[in-house]
């Protein structure tokens, strides 16, 4: 009982803690678009919700883009960016190539801003607002967005494959690279959440299906039947493009049954049920999430605030790129 109050009064004291906030956050603010282009955050949300009826994967595929972007160099759009002379893409990285979608969608969001207010929204803002909108379209809860983030003018290729947490990481692992960047282990359950939507490769998860010693003996952790229905479509090798569905219970509804998929065995990848395996802290957090949906919405609103402001560029830092695929050329 005591390690267990233990356990609660931590989770507390992390719910507590102050949002991670750059020196430059201060600059940002929902209005910022108010008087220099004041349909922006509708226009980006037409051009969503159109993105998403055509196709209700690509709601998951811009979060996504958002989180990947966020983790590298901070909020600044450099994912967005293409190989050129001078750049080497993040897309080519190990966690984005054949993976990070989404791209037409930023696109088509620019081209529409830039006939209406030309080289006024950045593209790292876009990132930030289709990430909102896309959560909403799909059941999610609803934040403001602040405002003001400037485009970068370089790309890391190195630090996409370092920085941004992989599946088969280790719970500690995925910790340490949101602690990097000013989160905690409420940040990662929370955010983990988004997976509630979306799809993943069977390359991403094959390892749990199949001992790569030559065995083929399983994650323990993984319900017996869900196991099953995983090895029909992804065999031990080939098919490595094959897609899963992350939460087979509602793949469409942005809910908390990603969480209650987790107490059952029914995480589909490692760095989701390492959540509810490998640490009592994170453990609880997915129970309060399973357990409450309004108490998961309101913390993964907070969390997509804190991820955000990591590192934003601000004021006369970067550029407002007129495509958000290439820098500018002066």
């Known amino acids: 009982m005591a390690a267990e109050m233990n ?5 507390l004291a992390l719910f507590l803690t102050p949002p991670c906030y750059s020196m430059n956050v201060g600059y940002l603010y929902p209005q910022f678009y108010d008087r220099s282009c004041p349909n922006a955050v509708e226009i980006v949300k037409s051009v969503v919700s159109k993105a998403v009826a055509r196709e209700q994967r ?14 590298v160099k901070g909020c600044d759009a450099s994912i967005l960016l293409d190989s050129s002379d001078t750049i080497v893409s993040e897309k080519g990285s190990k966690p984005n190539m054949n993976s990070a979608r989404g791209f037409e969608v930023i696109d088509e969001i620019k081209w529409a ?5 030309p080289r006024t929204v950045s593209c790292a803002d876009i990132l930030a ?6 959560t909403v379209l799909s059941g999610g809860p609803r934040w403001e967005v602040a405002l003001g983030r400037r485009d970068s003018v370089g790309a890391s290729l190195s630090g996409s494959n370092r920085d941004i947490p992989a599946p088969s990481n280790t ?12 989160l905690n282990e409420v940040d990662v359950v929370a955010l983990s959440g988004s997976h509630t939507i979306g799809m993943s490769r069977c390359a991403n998860f094959r390892q749990r299906l199949y001992n790569q010693s030559g065995n083929d003996l399983p994650d323990k952790t993984l319900d017996k039947d869900y196991l099953s229905f995983l090895r029909t479509g992804c065999p031990k090798s080939g098919g490595d493009e094959n897609l899963f569905l992350l939460d087979f219970a509602s793949p469409a509804r942005f809910d908390n049954l990603y969480f209650k998929n987790l107490m059952t065995g029914n995480g589909l990848l490692s760095s989701d049920e390492i959540l509810f395996t490998k640490s009592v802290l994170t453990m609880e957090l997915v129970k309060l999430y399973a357990e409450n949906n309004d108490v998961f919405f309101e913390q993964f609103a907070k969390s997509m605030v804190r991820m955000g402001n990591i590192s934003p560029l601000t004021r006369h830092d970067g550029e407002i790129r007129e495509n958000c695929r290439r820098i500018n050329r002066y």
Do not use: N, P, Q, Y
């Open 7 to 11: 356990v609660i009064l931590v989770v």
């Open 58 to 71: 690509m709601a998951a595929s811009l979060i996504r883009l958002h989180f990947h972007d966020c983790f």
């Open 113 to 117: 801003l830039e006939r209406e207010c």
């Open 129 to 134: 607002l289709a990430a909102r909108d896309s």
């Open 171 to 182: 719970l500690e692992t995925i910790v340490t690279k949101f602690k990097l960047h000013g």
